[in-house]
């Protein structure tokens, strides 16, 4: 969807992956 791609920020992913992750591997 162009619109949802227009709204699409890259940084605010990032930062949300990279809490994911920090998560998942704090966990193990």
């Known amino acids: 969807?162009?619109?949802r791609?227009?709204?699409f920020d890259p940084s605010?992913?990032?930062g949300?992956?990279?809490s994911?992750?920090?998560a998942?591997?704090?966990k193990e």
């Open 24 to 26: 998942s591997d704090r």
């Open 5 to 7: 791609s227009n709204n």
């Open 12 to 14: 605010k992913l990032s």
């Open 1 to 3: 969807e162009v619109v």
């Open 20 to 22: 994911i992750l920090l």
């Open 16 to 18: 949300k992956w990279y």
